[in-house]
């Protein structure tokens, strides 16, 4: 028979402290995600004196500089669809650049490059082959996957300094920060010759996922992150 009995007056209020207590751990991780937000677009020049030019200038300079610079640099040239898609993969990196440092406080380099159309057609002649190059991990070649380092979601592109051959175990392991130490090795001998920003990104971020799961530091690494948001 299930106890209906109403809880004590001091069962309830242990419980609504305790849920008190979840809310201001919840409102403080959200005020530090902001205040990390802030200071990465550079809100504390532009907040009290908006409306002078100096101070936005020197915003627009510090974020869409390698823009500005790329327009410079073609100025009196036709605006043609190469100039254009370059123009969107400089913004898009320097966005992207920022709501890493506003996430995790990490600034990788700003890496602007287009997508690896060279790699893609070779992905899909070895997927109709049934031909796969071996997991940089374990070398199995029955299947492999092409593993963004950065991933998609953090703006990672796709281009073969930004991608790792995996098997899709070792490739789900790697995504989910669960790779045993020894297979932490094999991974960063792999990395030779990648992007800057993957490299810094595997050393920095995804290190600190790993080091949660051999349990050398606590589960507050990234508060504001959730493997969810890549899904």
Not at 6 to 29: D, Y
Not at 48 to 68: N, S
Not at 198 to 227: M, S
Request: hydrophobic share 30%; with cysteine; charged share 30%.
């Amino acid at each position: 028979m299930n106890d209906t009995r109403k809880p004590s007056l001091t069962e309830q209020n242990r419980r609504l402290r305790e849920r008190l207590k979840e809310s201001e751990k919840k409102i403080e991780v959200q005020s530090q995600f902001i205040d990390r937000l802030c200071q990465s677009v550079g809100y504390d020049r532009l907040s009290d004196e908006w409306d002078k030019k100096k101070y936005l200038d020197r915003w627009v300079l510090d974020w869409l500089k390698p823009v500005r610079d790329y327009m410079q640099s073609n100025s009196g040239q036709p605006v043609t669809g190469i100039f254009i898609n370059q123009v969107i993969q400089i913004t898009e990196a320097a966005i992207m650049q920022l709501a890493i440092i506003g996430r995790y406080g990490i600034k990788l380099p700003l890496d602007s490059r287009p997508g690896d159309f060279e790699m893609y057609l070779q992905k899909n002649n070895n997927q109709l082959a049934k031909e796969y190059p071996p997991c940089v991990i374990c070398g199995e070649n029955r299947i492999t996957h092409q593993c963004h380092i950065i991933p998609k979601a953090h703006g990672g592109k796709y281009h073969r300094d930004n991608l790792l051959d995996m098997c899709p175990l070792h490739h789900h392991l790697f995504d989910n920060g669960r790779l045993t130490k020894e297979e932490w090795q094999k991974l960063l001998a792999s990395l030779d010759g990648k992007m800057d920003a993957a490299v810094q990104y595997v050393n920095t971020i995804h290190l600190n996922w790993q080091k949660y799961f051999w349990h050398e530091i606590p589960d507050a690494v990234y508060p504001n992150y959730t493997k969810k948001e890549e899904r």
